[in-house]
């Protein structure tokens, strides 16, 4: 997109509603072939993948990375719906992550008070 456009869209951003969205990301998909818009989600996700790089190697920019940011949440949308995976999908299925992490995180800190104790 145009970044100029992108600006100019986040000081007066249109206000969708879910149902709206979800309505013109429906239509979007009809108009395409589902391979093609998942080989589109793989460049979109690529493109935030770079903006990542330029971040961490201190030359991106915060509105690079809000766009592709965004259109990394709106290719997620378009998996959900070529896969009929549900919000409710997703969210359990991210509870399953955060437990793993979660219990990665009590493990290693324990380990960490265990080796603190002997050193002392």
Same mark, same amino acid.
């Given at each position: 997109m145009n970044r100029e456009r992108f600006v100019n869209g986040l000081k007066d951003a249109p206000h969708y509603s879910k149902k709206r969205r979800k309505d013109i990301l429906e239509r979007v998909l009809r108009r395409?072939?589902?391979? &093609?818009?998942? &080989?589109v989600v793989m460049?979109?996700?690529a493109e935030l993948q770079q903006e990542v790089s330029k971040q961490i190697r201190g030359y991106g920019d915060k509105i690079g990375l809000l766009e592709e940011? +965004?259109? +990394?949440?709106?290719?997620l949308e378009h998996l959900k719906s070529i896969f009929n995976i549900s919000d409710g999908d997703?969210?359990?299925a991210m509870e399953v992550k955060i437990k793993r992490a979660d219990d990665n995180l009590k493990h290693a800190e324990a380990k960490e008070k265990r080796e603190k104790m002997l050193n002392e």
């Open positions: 395409s072939n589902w391979k &093609t818009q998942c &080989t460049e979109e996700f940011m +965004a259109d +990394a949440y709106i290719c997703v969210l359990r």
